[in-house]
């Protein structure tokens, strides 16, 4: 239900822009996010959006990247600005009702995009 596009090797300091389309009204009424999974790490936390608009960003992205949601194309969209050679991973996008103490909690979400791979060269 969840389609991720956008990602792809890039520089470091390049940028980069995510995107996340659902299907069915997947977004309404819940909260979005993405996280972000290295090999042989545990998945992490990026950003989410709540319902309200509010944003909140995982300490190692924040004044960096931007999460964003379109309602009228049911897409979200991470804009990554700076990028690292420690941010590369397989990004997911995210949705479900979260309450805001579980929000950088994965188990949290219900619905899950298959990942796309950003990979940021040195």
């Known amino acids: 239900q969840l389609v991720e596009s956008g990602g792809g090797l890039v520089q470091t300091g390049g940028s980069l822009t995510l995107s996340c389309a659902s299907s069915?009204?997947?977004?309404?009424?819940?909260?979005v996010a993405w996280f972000r999974q290295a090999p042989g790490k545990v998945r992490e936390f990026v950003a989410q959006?709540?319902?309200?608009?509010?944003?909140y960003y995982g300490d190692s992205v924040k004044d960096r990247f931007t999460i964003s949601r379109d309602g009228a194309k049911e897409t979200i969209y991470l804009q990554m600005n700076n990028l690292k050679p420690e941010d590369t991973s397989v990004y997911y996008c995210?949705?479900?009702?979260?309450?805001?103490?579980?929000?950088?909690?994965?188990?949290?979400?219900?619905?899950w995009g298959q990942g796309t791979q950003v990979t940021v060269s040195s």
């Open positions: 959006r709540k319902r309200d608009g509010r944003t």
């Open positions: 995210a949705a479900g009702q979260v309450p805001f103490t579980r929000t950088r909690d994965e188990t949290a979400y219900d619905y």
């Open positions: 069915q009204g997947t977004f309404n009424e819940k909260e």
